[in-house]
């Protein structure tokens, strides 16, 4: 039998099991017969958690939902935007997509005007080999750090905390490598003294045990001046205090970033009562799900359906949100805010774009024309 079958059936058998309890709920809340998702790969995390959930609301409600997986931020785009999909289960892409940063500065894409509903809280950090006298973020500069070649998602998450202490890849040897999983383990081997990544990999485990061993540098919350820094890379960006991950331990955490990962996304335009009724399912049936793999709880709305994420939450999501008891006054500010900025990069868009087409800027020069004007937005 094909392992990710086998597992299929098994996240299935546990919803199964763990949804006896769900019919009174399911009443409260409608989804249509079928959905299609678009999600990371098969045998990713995103896809093991999107699995999971689907197996659960497939139980309570009836819905038949497929997943369409794919390795590229485009290939899990692409079908939402073209409404292909119903819900897309991304990650940083969202950003990237709103920002019209990265995949997205082409004149074929632009800012996408994204809504969230919600999103897990994920933890992030960069480890530092244990022999390699690094105590801080600043001891940083001049050791040699992994950098992943064309890998967007996980570089802004490191220039993010170099910045938090005033660094930049300049101030850093960097070691370019092909995958992630190179990165880290060009530490175990030898060639890099620090990596990016999330605590629980297995290849920070193998780190851990071996000869160099493993620290975290931490990125204290108390540190106002250097998380407004750090957010001046990505907004999304929160402080989380892990104990859970190679090296960790609720006796030893370690102060690092948390962000969304994978968000429930959807297209402004999405009818708001769809996604009243989608996330309204998604809370109700909490308990279906949450024990089908090790991160699962952490779907529970009082973490999950809350900001900051990559782009700003649905109406119809905090709707659901709002009589969950889970959303603020607190986060209807960070949600204005955040959809006063995506407006203004859809302005600076659409401005940016007729001013190129006056001055007759050529599509190999839009790039970079482009990243001027969005610089400038204030």
């Excluded at 202490?165 to 040897?173: H, Y």
């Excluded at 620090?194 to 108390?222: K, N």
């Amino acid at each position: 039998m094909n392992p990710f079958t086998a597992i299929k059936r098994g996240l299935s058998a546990c919803a199964a099991a763990l949804a006896l309890t769900l019919p009174a709920q399911a009443d409260d809340a409608s989804l249509p017969d079928r959905m299609m998702w678009s999600a990371y790969d098969v045998g990713s995390s995103g896809y093991a958690q999107a699995a999971a959930i689907s197996d659960a609301l497939t139980t309570a409600y009836g819905t038949r939902i497929r997943i369409m997986p794919s390795g590229t931020s485009i290939g899990r785009m692409l079908p939402l935007k073209t409404g292909r999909v119903t819900y897309g289960w991304l990650a940083n892409e969202v950003f990237f997509a709103t920002e019209a940063i990265h995949d997205f500065a082409s004149r074929e894409w632009g800012p996408q005007d994204l809504r969230v509903l919600m999103g897990k809280p994920s933890s992030y950090g960069i480890a530092v080999a244990g022999d390699a006298g690094i105590g801080s973020i600043e001891d940083l500069r001049g050791k040699r750090v992994a950098r992943v070649t064309a890998n967007p998602s996980l570089n802004i998450k490191n220039e993010a905390i170099l910045a938090f202490a005033g660094l930049t890849w300049d101030d850093v040897e960097v070691i370019e490598v092909p995958g992630y999983a190179q990165s880290i383990r060009a530490v175990i081997e030898g060639r890099a003294d620090a990596a990016g990544g999330v605590p629980g990999s297995a290849l920070f485990r193998e780190l851990e045990a071996s000869s160099r061993g493993i620290a975290w540098v931490d990125i204290p919350a108390d540190n106002e001046a250097g998380w407004e820094t750090l957010r001046g890379i990505a907004s999304f960006f929160a402080p989380v205090d892990e104990t859970v991950g190679a090296g960790l331990s609720a006796d030893n955490p370690a102060a690092l970033i948390s962000y969304r990962y994978p968000m429930i996304t959807v297209y402004a335009g999405a009818d708001e009562e769809e996604i009243y009724q989608f996330t309204k399912a998604m809370i109700d049936s909490f308990d279906a799900y949450k024990d089908a793999t090790a991160v699962m709880p952490r779907w529970a709305v009082a973490e999950a359906g809350v900001p900051p994420a990559d782009a700003p939450f649905h109406p119809g999501a905090i709707r659901a949100l709002t009589e969950a008891g889970a959303w603020t006054d607190e986060h209807t500010a960070w949600n204005d805010a955040r959809l006063a900025r995506l407006n203004a990069v859809i302005e600076a868009w659409d401005s940016a774009s007729d001013a190129a087409l006056d001055e007759g800027v050529a599509d190999k020069d839009w790039p970079a024309y482009w990243q001027e004007r969005r610089a400038a937005i204030e």
